[in-house]
């Protein structure tokens, strides 16, 4: 237990100094995540006016934020989350599973006959603990992605998804290279160093 209470002061420490936390905040962010999200946009140019961005697993809606008060109205963004997201101005949000067939219709209601120019997942599946559930789960999620995007993206559309190191990861960036003109590994300053997390960008899908 003790050792339990010391992990999370660590972590509280570490919250309360990272100079990430501390921006976001003064910049009226709702999560440091923002930060990775504009890293890679400004390097990559990813969000342009006119596009529809699907932000999956959004919440708490750093990055639905971040795409808000740079295009207001101009970018339709459909945010889709487990949890509950606070309203923010010119964001669709839709609370559920992005599996879930109710979410699914709910994300072509708004899309209204259009397509997808860009879906971003800054998604992590919930850790069990138990590494083959684990690992399943994950599977399982990035799959999920990809279904969701075979379906409703455009044409030289782009996808931006969170991996993390191994060989699950390995794979599913040979899977999704060969649906798309290229595909570049990000890893944004305010990603930790130590975290196994990175970011896969896929440009422009192929019919
Ligand atoms: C790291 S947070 C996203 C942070 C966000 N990018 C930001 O800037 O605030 C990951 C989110 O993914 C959501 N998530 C995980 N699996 C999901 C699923 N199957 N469907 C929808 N959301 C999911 C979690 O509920 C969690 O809120």
Redesign the pocket.
Known sequence: MARKGNKTGEWARRHINDPYVKKATSQGY??R??FK?KEIDDQDNLVRPGMVVV???????????YIARKFGDKVTVIA????DMEPIEHVHFIK????DEAVLEAVDKLLNGRKIDLVIS?????ITGVRSVDEAQYEG?LD?VLYFCECRLKQNSHLLVKLFEGSAAHYYRREVKSRYKSGVVRKPGASRSKSREYYFLAKNRTP
């Open positions: 709702r999560s995540a923002v999200f932000d999956l697993g959004s919440a708490p809606g750093g990055w639905s934020q889709i989350d487990l949890l559920g599973d992005f599996q800054d998604m992590a599946p919930n999620l999920s």
